[in-house]
């Protein structure tokens, strides 16, 4: 799903910017509608339902009403700032190109944080969770359908993740980021937007699903709509064959800690 939203995402970019004949014009005119629609996403998935301990108990409507407040004030915000960035129509194509790509990285800065807004709404509580399960059951011995999540175990997946981001992100970042297909920044944009929306949707909708897996899906989404030459499908090929082994393993160990604790912790 992601790569859908990212592919269309770009292509719809790619026909209103990089087709035309000054790319940087279109895009200094289409920028503020992008941050608009990102804030507005953002604010309202904040607002809605994921400020429960300010207990504001807002309808969709009144949260909508704000998040479109957010928006507008992005917008003119970003209007603002576009008429600061550099524009001479006797550039020449590749020159033009350049500059559109620079203008573009503010705003896939700006989705990045969106991605990690929707990282930690969804992929944390995918892991505290069970946790948060294997708790209560150890406190009063009974399986409840709702517990309540303490805040050290939010801490502490919040907390893991950034562990794991440190022993391993860059290596995962770099097999993303460059070995998929070739970014830019009006791609990364594509893809981290896409990414992000469709992992927000799915954690409103209680669909556990993991943010990295559909940012492959993206990158892969906006290879696609440049062309299936341009995906290096070695690396894909070797990230399906991780997802799906993956499962067996983390069963097998599973399996050997739970016979170990029962042996040595009866």
């Known amino acids: 799903m992601g ?13 209103n910017v990089f087709s035309k004949r000054n790319p940087l014009a279109y895009a200094k005119n289409l920028l ?13 998935a904040m607002v809605y339902k994921g400020l429960k301990n300010l207990h504001l108990d807002l309808s969709f409507i009144q949260a909508l009403v704000i998040s479109l ?3 507008s004030l992005a917008f003119v915000v970003t209007k603002i ?3 600061k960035i550099p524009y001479n129509a006797s550039w020449d194509l590749q020159k033009q190109f350049h500059e559109t790509e620079n203008a573009f990285k503010y705003l896939q800065i700006l989705t990045a944080f969106y991605v990690a807004f929707a990282h930690g709404s969804n992929d944390v509580a995918n892991a505290v969770g069970p946790l948060a399960a294997v708790v209560a059951i150890l406190k009063d011995g009974q399986v409840h359908m709702k517990v309540a999540m303490p805040t050290w175990i939010l801490g502490l997946g919040g907390g893991f ?6 022993i391993w992100g860059a290596k995962v ?3 993303i980021g460059e070995k998929i297909t070739e970014i830019t920044p009006s791609r990364g944009f594509a893809a981290e937007f896409g990414a992000a929306t469709v992992v927000l949707i799915c954690s409103k909708m209680g669909l556990p699903i993991s943010t990295t897996h559909t940012l492959v899906g993206s990158v892969i ?27 067996p393993f983390t069963a097998i160990i599973s399996m050997l800690c739970y016979k170990i604790f029962v042996v040595f912790l009866p």
Do not use: E
């Not at 790569?3 to 790619?14: D, M, R, S, W």
């Not at 709509?225 to 991780?242: C, D, F, Q, Y």
């Open 3 to 15: 790569g859908f939203v990212a592919f269309i995402v770009f292509k719809f970019i790619n026909r």
């Open 32 to 44: 503020p509608y992008m941050v608009f629609i990102v804030f507005v996403i953002l604010s309202n």
């Open 69 to 71: 407040m957010v928006g």
């Open 81 to 83: 700032l576009v008429k």
């Open 161 to 166: 993740i950034v562990f794991g981001l440190m």
């Open 173 to 175: 970042m770099a097999t």
């Open 221 to 247: 989404g906006v290879g696609l709509a440049r062309g299936l030459p341009t995906l290096n499908l070695g690396i894909i090929k070797m990230i399906v064959i991780s997802w799906i082994s993956t499962i």
